[in-house]
């Protein structure tokens, strides 16, 4: 795993995570929080799935870190927000 494929992992998923958060505001936990959520989804995602989804694209690696590490960033991105709008609906008023 070179810098690139990381760097291309983190910031797939940081874009992805930012996005979840404007399309689902259900889930929405801030833009900060999104973001940052989606780039560790990212790396982790691009790490687990890069590999699976770039033989799918056709061998092209940087396909698959993109499409793994956005998917990743979206994927965790929805747990943490879930996570914080169940922390706030359970806070007293």
Known sequence: MDLTSI????????????????????????????????AVGGLGGGMAAGGPLASILGGNAM???LAGGGL????????????????????PQ
């Open 72 to 91: 990743g960033g979206i994927i965790l991105t929805l747990i943490v927000g879930y996570i914080t709008q169940q922390m706030n609906a359970n806070k």
């Open 7 to 38: 760097l291309t992992q983190v910031i797939a998923g940081a874009v992805g995570g930012h996005a979840q958060g404007q399309v689902n505001q259900a889930t929405n936990a801030g833009p900060i929080l999104n973001t940052i959520a989606g």
């Open 63 to 65: 396909g698959g870190n």
